[in-house]
């Protein structure tokens, strides 16, 4: 519990950092570079499939628990099944608890119209002003952090989706810097409140 907070902390003061001073060059740096390529010019009509992707594998993930419970089966699949299908449908809607509190201006808005108060809108988080934290990294990043735990042998696959995650969603200006950090660690430490809630992380077991 205290490397969860000494991790935090650090984390956190990163993620000051970054809206302080890292965030606006950042995107400005971006939008300057690409220019009319922009990749946010092919991106901008595809539909945001988040909860659908949430949806499916909730429920994959709780019928697979229960097939598994049905024929006395407690290995480390059940543990695994059970926490995604516990932290799939929790890390979306907690994403859209802290759009509403922190009501941050959404990168692409703000790029188009930077007279806007860059600022934080406390508790007024609707329309266009949804940008922190990053709804994609608190989503996939405790079910990264899952499959990591449960199925090391594909480490490599699941930190190649995370880095191309993070850094598509900075690219086409989906979000700022900050708002993908800030994803991850709230990801990271409702994946390590929720595995400790269940009380019974033995049945991880590592596979060769």
Known sequence: ????LLYTVLASILL????????????????ENLGIYAPHLKTSSIPDTLFLIVFVFSIFS???YFYLKRRNIYDKRILFFRLTGTLLPLSFALKILLKWIFGR???RVWLAYPNHHYDFHWFAGIGSFQGFPSGHMLVFTPLLIA?????PRYRFYYILFGVILSLGLIATEYH???DVLAGALIGAVLYKLVLAGFGNPELVRNEP
């Open 105 to 107: 201006l959404d990168t």
């Open 1 to 4: 519990m205290k490397n969860i």
């Open 147 to 151: 499959l990591w735990q449960f199925y």
């Open 16 to 31: 000051v950092l970054c809206v302080q001073w890292l965030d606006i060059p950042l995107a400005i740096w971006i939008a």
């Open 62 to 64: 709780w019928v697979s």
């Open 176 to 178: 700022f810097l900050g």
